[in-house]
């Protein structure tokens, strides 16, 4: 009888610790962007692929295309229906005041994945504690690339911007074209072809991989540029909380490990890679690229510094932070940021840039 006993204690707790060793937790990723995206193409797969090897299976991810549209992404996350999301803070008018700082033009080439190491640990060292991502965890910080004028004609001077109907989007790029006199039409860069192509709009402030992924240098054969861009967009990764109570500690940790500024220099990696495939496209169609002049620069800078001025003053009031001093950190993170190894070796072979459609 014991011996029999002991056999099924013995088979009973091999059971156990085979549905242990094979439980697995999913992180339910919602992604609003199309398909062919960097987001889904190259970030998602490698950041699965990371996580996967970091907890030795026990922890995927799953990727699910349209639950919401870019503005519903927080509370998505927050209410539990997904467990992760990316989130474009300029999206959401009047929510995020903090998430501006990365997004004032630089005038110098620093590339995405530079500036999201650097955004990554402004966000840390400044910005977190002041609990604008309130509901769900940021597990990544990015920045888009340089945002530049798209337009039906060329464009040369600051001068020749005013009253026309551009497209913007929310956060800086919405200041600055006050700034500017232009005539904002507030559009996804989704509706910019219908639009341009109808002539309800000029041009467009987008990013040089638009030129490509929406058809923008198709409708718009004139650009014009400023070292840096007229102004950048700021991204986060987001999970809910609750997602840590299903995984172990040591793979909370494990997960943490592949993410954080790591993560941060692969979003800003895939949006410089698809920056260049926008650019290379253009050009391929007989694209105009225009720089801005000198004189015009100066006054950009001028407008740039007044913004800068005015935001600090608001976050040092409405969010206790210290804005210049967040500034200054983030500017010294760039350069520091540029110093080190680009993030790109650690991407999985096939899902390397010459596989980002």
Known sequence: MNKTTNLMIGAIAAATLSTTTLAQTTITVSTWAGPNHGINTMVWPTWKAWIEEATEGRVTVDVIHDMGPPASQMEIV???IADATWVFHGYNTGRFQLTKLPEFPTFQDFSSENASSAYWRTHQEYLAAAGEHRGVDVVAAGVHGPGWIFSSEQYET????????????????????NALELTGVALPPTGVYEAGSQGVIDGAMLVPEGLRSFRVAEIFPYTLKVDGGFYRGSFTIVVNPM???????EDREAVESVSGERLSRLFGYMMDVSDVRGVDFAEGQGHTFTELSSDDLSTLQSMSDEMITEW???VSANRNVDGMAAIEFFREQLIAAAEEESISSLVPENLAPDDLK
Do not use: T, Y
């Not at 020749?160 to 074209?177: A, C, E, T, Y």
């Open 312 to 314: 600090a003053e608001s």
């Open 158 to 177: 600051l001068e020749d911007l005013k009253g026309k109907r551009i497209r913007v989007g929310g956060g800086v790029m919405g200041d600055l074209s």
């Open 243 to 249: 997602i840590w109570d299903e995984m172990s500690p």
């Open 78 to 80: 927050a209410d539990g």
